[in-house]
Every structure is written in structure tokens, then in C-alpha cells.
């Protein structure tokens, strides 16, 4: 199997497609953050990120509206600089319904999503 990669519509004002890594490690979906302004995403806060090398960095976050297969979900995306990796993260995959086929590295629908069951006293 190799690197999952899947084909991504960000849709803002303008549209945008790009083909991404799949990392089921990064929460968030990372974005060329120039990209996202020049189609009207706009960011609302700042965060720290820990990189896998031990680095913290701050980036930009907002929400965009993204679409694979056919499916649609707003997610956040992390405004990208030039240095980082573009990636199709966690949070993104399970609000479609999403998830990575071990086999086949394909993406698929999720088979089951969580749901707890609230116990009233």
C-alpha cells in the first residue's frame, strides 16, 4: 500500500481543487494558506502546532466547506505556509463519514461512527 491521497474540493467564494495526503496523524486539514484567501476563506484565530521534528508553530486556522466524492462537510483547515505539507486531516474524514481502508489505502465510507447513548437518572 502506498500513500493514501485524495482528491479535495475547498469551496469558498472561488473553488479549489488539490489532491492530498491522507494523515490520519494531523487533526486538521492544512492548506496552502494563500491559496484559501484567494478564495475567500478567511481565518479567525491562531494556534500552536507541535511538528513531528518537536517544533511549535503558529498558524492562521479558519473553517472551510470541503467536498470529496460527491460529499460535503465544513472542517477546519490550517492556513498553510510554504514550507509545510499540504494534507487532508482526521477531523475532515470523520465529519464526511470517511476513513482509510487498511487494505487498500482507498478512501471508504466509515463502516460504524460512534454514537453514546445519553443514560437519564
Known sequence: MGISKARVKIIGEKE????????????????NGKELCEIGIKPHTERSFKTITGEVVRRKIGRALIEINGKREFTVVVFAEEKDQEVLGLHALEGLGLEVDVTTGELKEAEAILALRVRMF
Do not use: C, M, P, Q
Not at 492530498?20 to 486539514?29: A, E
Open 16 to 31: 479549489l481543487e488539490k489532491e492530498l495526503i491522507v494523515d490520519t496523524g494531523s487533526v486538521y486539514t492544512w492548506i
